[in-house]
């Protein structure tokens, strides 16, 4: 049981953050002991879906989903944490939770569309509303970044309003950098092309344009190469930033200069017996996904049963193999899953497998699942009802 007095709270766990390994790891821990869910947003966001909830109004209500039913014993605070320390959390009310174990899980702040900018969810639907409207008179787009978010944005354009004009502006030598392969980066490119997205590599813009992000404003800008872009509105589609700002005492040692924290392969901080960290802030080798951050809940769940029992030998977490699912709108897009026959079943492998030959698709064989298998996995759904389920709001 949780307990207060004035302005002070204890609790067996405090964890801080509610987004996707937040939510994963409170509801493993509720399971079997005291926790307190510190979150500033007064419902969930389910950023996954946040670029289709921006082209879609129906989509739009399916990104914010209630934490109500989540927690059956603990406590879900709306509060934001504003400093963390070994033994307990400080928040932005004043009030303080000493904890005898904490959990960050507070992920990375991202430009709006691909994360709402504000705590309250019917101020953030009122900006995608808003900023959807903007979009639909606009004839021309400008997104800068050929990452992920990027490439995604404007293929949930380009399926909303086929007639637009989209023009992908990077500095770096290919789209979606990292440990992908050439045949990946190559499959979307294609799609790209038919769809008419026009994407430039190499070069940037001379400076910032006039007009703010995600507003109506026709412009024109020059590129470093001196092209000269005309647009109707822009988005900027790179600059996540992970939040651990909070950070107070030996807890800040474990803080790199990029913002993630160093974790050993038990979940802990760096140097510390107490606390544990997951998700995007954690300086893992690999990708920084929704999906990662879920998979470090149990262990860390796990490991806390075991120091509460006594102590003992703690669960190690082994990150999973690379891969990304990479919608182009909902039938569009590629998936990189080199290792994707080890995540399914046989008979599944068998039966993917037969599709593929049947329909002469050669993707499959370099490890990549093409626009229709793209499209099963995540495009279609984006994955809404398992995080409905999660937070059991289905
Ligand atoms: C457009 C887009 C699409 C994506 N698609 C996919 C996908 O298809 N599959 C996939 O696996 N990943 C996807 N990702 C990545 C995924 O969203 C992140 O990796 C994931 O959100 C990380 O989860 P997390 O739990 O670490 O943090 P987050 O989900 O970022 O949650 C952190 C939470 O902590 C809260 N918080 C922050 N600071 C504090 C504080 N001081 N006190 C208390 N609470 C705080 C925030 O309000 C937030 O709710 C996508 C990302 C974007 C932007």
Redo the contacts with the bound molecule.
Sequence with gaps: MTHQKGNLMRTTVAV?????????VAKELDAFTDVVL????DT??H?????RGLTDPQWTDHLFLPYDRLLTRGTVLR????RVDAASVT?RSGTRIDAGHIVL??????PF???ADT?DSAAAKSRYHHTRQALAQAGRVLLLGAG??GL??AGEIKAAWPDTSITIVDPGPEIVSGGYSGAFRAELRRQLDAMGIRVILGTRLREQPPTAAGTAGTFTATLQSGERLTADIWFRCFG?AP?T??LAGDLTTARRPDGRLTVTADLRLAGQQRVFA????TAIEE????????AHAPVIAANIRTLLDGGGPLTAYRPGPPG??L?LGPHGGATYAPNWEEQVDPATAAHIRQHAKERGDTLLAQGILGAELTSQL?GEH??VGEYAALLNAA
Excluded: H
């Excluded at 950023?47 to 670029?51: H, K, M, S, T, Y």
């Design positions: 801080v953050g509610g987004g996707y390994g937040g939510i994963a510190i979150e500033p947003r969930f966001v950023n996954v879906a946040a670029l509060d934001l944490a504003v928040l899980a507070t992920g990375s702040a991202y569309p691909a994360k705590e992920p978010v995604e944005l996540g939040a700002g909070y997951l998700g995007d802030i990708p920084k996904q929704a999906g990662t951050a879920v990304i699912v919608p995540k984006l994955n």
